[in-house]
């Protein structure tokens, strides 16, 4: 049964995706599972249409017969993808890869596109501290071993208050599990261990104990940097988890350096160089450094830094006086932030360490919509950059959504004071209480896809834990948030 909510300028079903009266196309199809004994149709899969440049258009879910439609789409390009939590995309539309492409220039009428998707690889266990007790709000993470320098996210979860952590929808691999906690005395507690996973394998009941884990010692050399007479040269490591502890070694005059008691983990590693005579002192980057066991091989290479420039496009909306952008690492290596503002809307930061970032802006006016490398419009949340110079332009937009409505009790149906409302989407999320008329807003809300759910009686700090909406009962539904729009909506509070 559809929820109706409306928008500024109709009453909708939520079932239903609503666009204006110029669009053309029309597009349906089936989402298949491939399992050990063939093909099935997949319920409850979404499947979505963007445009070339990454602008999302509109989402479906499939049926029980694995069916779906998007209808009244716009005339142009349109890529489409299919995606269920748990799953992996094998072929889109009959060929391999994740997208479909569709050209749809002169309108599509009942164009059929199929998918089909398998179940990926499960990995699920218990953390543990030495006394064996459960620990809760461990970071465990899985890394694809040979995934770097590759921009290849790790798969995370947290445990929960028994210490249980689930991870599904893993493609087949070696990988690198790694579990990290801060423990009672404030010490960085690590645990890593390799996995062999096979498709579809559901690896399940893992004990992990935190604790038990000794240190190792990591011993190598450097190269591409000065050493040796006339130089005092160190090597930095630091623990790519953000916490505060970092460990330094003396760089020998044959270029050698060496670790005692290191955890095990990931970590970020550096060079300080001063030249004696002249007491100038040249900072540089070097190579990650995985700790998994003792090792005297090690050799770090210095990495040029990235230095990124461009300019601040507007999308929609007014630019205000000065916008900051913040280049923020998905690697764990912090942030760099600039502020634009001038008729130019011109930036430029040097010093970064290559790698993953994520672009977004301090600026509550504005928000960024995307980012040009010298082509389409590309996600603010995988941006790559390069050693060396990397040029581009952010897009930003002041076209915000507004969410709003009442929320409801479960039994009588009548407003229920001060419950807990969350939403939650790629763009972001966000938390709110309502008032004593059980009405809430969700103000500036980036346009996107978003999952909702009510409670009426959940503390602001589980909102971010994606299994405390389970656990406390919701059953959230997918509300598309498309630019300046106004959505009023109704909600059932779960216990």
Request: hydrophobic share 40%.
């Amino acid at each position: 049964m559809g929820v109706l909510f409306t928008t500024r300028s109709a009453r909708v079903w939520l079932a239903l995706l609503v666009y204006p009266a110029w669009s053309q196309s029309w597009v349906q199809g089936v989402v298949r599972e491939r399992t050990a004994q063939g093909l099935r149709p997949l319920a409850r899969a979404f499947v979505s249409a963007s445009t070339s440049g990454g602008e999302l258009l509109g989402t479906a879910r499939t049926d029980a017969q694995g069916r779906y439609h998007l209808l009244e789409l716009p005339a142009g390009r349109l890529a489409l993808a299919a995606s269920k939590p748990g799953y992996l995309t094998r072929q889109a539309a009959g060929r391999a890869g994740f997208n479909a492409i569709l050209d749809c220039s002169a309108g599509c009428r009942e164009s059929s596109l199929d998918f089909e998707l398998s179940r990926g690889a499960v990995v699920a266990g218990v953390v543990v501290d030495a006394a064996r007790e459960p620990v809760s709000r461990a970071a465990v993470s899985l890394r694809r071993n040979g995934a770097t320098p590759s921009p290849e996210k790790p798969s995370t979860a947290a445990s929960d208050d028994r210490g249980r952590f689930r991870i599904a929808g893993l493609p087949a691999g070696s990988y690198t599990l790694t579990v990290q906690r801060r423990g009672p005395a404030g010490q960085n507690e690590v645990l890593t261990r390799t996995l062999e996973i096979r498709d579809g394998e559901q690896i399940t009941d893992l004990p992990l104990t935190l604790g038990g884990q000794g240190s190792f010692r990591v011993a190598g050399r450097i190269s591409g940097i000065r050493y040796g007479e006339g130089y005092r040269t160190w090597v930095t490591i630091q623990p790519l988890d953000g916490s505060a502890r970092s460990m330094q070694a003396n760089v020998g005059p044959d270029g050698r350096f060496r670790f005692e008691s290191v955890p095990a983990g990931r970590y970020r590693a550096a060079a300080a160089v001063v030249k004696l005579d002249a007491v100038e002192r040249t900072d540089h980057f070097l190579e990650t450094v995985d700790v998994l066991g003792d090792t005297d091989s090690i050799t770090l290479q210095r990495v040029e830094p990235a230095t990124v420039t461009g300019t601040v496009e507007v999308a929609a909306g007014a630019l205000p006086a000065s916008v900051i952008l913040r280049f923020i690492s998905q690697e764990g290596l912090g942030y760099n932030w600039t502020r634009v503002g001038g008729a130019g809307r011109q930036f430029d930061l040097s010093g970064l360490r290559p790698g993953r970032y994520r672009v977004g802006s301090d600026s509550p006016q504005v928000y960024v919509k995307g980012i040009k490398a010298g082509g389409d419009l590309a996600s603010p949340d995988e941006v790559v950059l390069a050693p060396g110079l990397n040029r581009l332009a952010v897009v930003v937009a002041a076209d915000h959504g507004q969410v709003s409505g009442t929320v409801r009790s479960p039994e009588t149906r009548k407003p229920l004071p001060h419950g807990r409302v969350a939403l939650r989407g790629e763009r972001g999320e966000h938390s709110v209480q309502a008032d004593q008329a059980g009405r809430f807003l969700f103000g500036k809300v980036i346009p996107g896809d978003y999952r909702i759910c009510a409670w009426s009686s959940l503390t602001p700090e589980l909102v971010g834990d994606e299994a405390s909406w389970e656990r406390a009962g919701c059953q959230s539904r997918v509300i598309p948030i498309a630019p300046s729009s106004e959505i009023e909506i109704e909600l059932r509070a779960a216990p």
